[in-house]
């Protein structure tokens, strides 16, 4: 089972609580690279960093780890963390994004955002990134693509 980094700011912070137990409910490995107790912080570093945990983990060991970051929308902390080579931050709002982020562009890390997006929502879509393969083929080559950019 893939390891999952959880990275924040300090919007939500007992969104990022319940969305860990829920992880760890589901027997996953949990590691969280956030900010806690909801001092105000700056979301680039903690894309940053989460992004950063999820590449090192995947030099060493391919496709070990995922990430998730939340912000107050998820588009400030998904831009920082695409940033990080390797990285590929699918921001999600429903299912959906969640479903053809992982089939379609491999995404290794989803964004969300604890003020737009409801936890049930939330849960939904973590559910859907983490059980849904990228479905290779043609878009392999789509996906190689962006590793060069
Ligand atoms: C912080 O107030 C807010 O700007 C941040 O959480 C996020 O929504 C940025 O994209």
Do not use: W
């Amino acid at each position: 089972m893939r390891k999952i980094f959880i990275g924040n700011d300090h919007a939500g912070p007992e969104y990022v609580d319940a969305i860990i137990e829920y992880l760890q409910s589901k027997q996953y490995e949990v590691e969280h690279v956030g900010s806690v107790g909801g001092t105000s912080v700056d979301y680039p570093d903690f894309g940053e960093k989460c992004g950063k945990a999820v590449a090192e983990s995947n030099a060493q060991n391919e496709n070990s780890a995922f990430g998730i970051v939340i912000c107050g929308t998820g588009l400030g902390i998904g831009i920082a963390a695409n940033k990080v080579k390797g990285i590929r931050c699918a921001h999600c709002v429903s299912p959906y994004y969640a479903e053809m982020g992982r089939s379609h562009n491999d995404a290794n890390m989803i964004s969300l955002g604890a003020r737009v997006i409801d936890l049930e929502n939330a849960k939904t879509i973590i559910d859907t990134f983490l059980e849904t393969e990228f479905e290779g083929g043609r878009h392999e080559r789509r996906v190689k693509k962006l590793d060069v950019i």
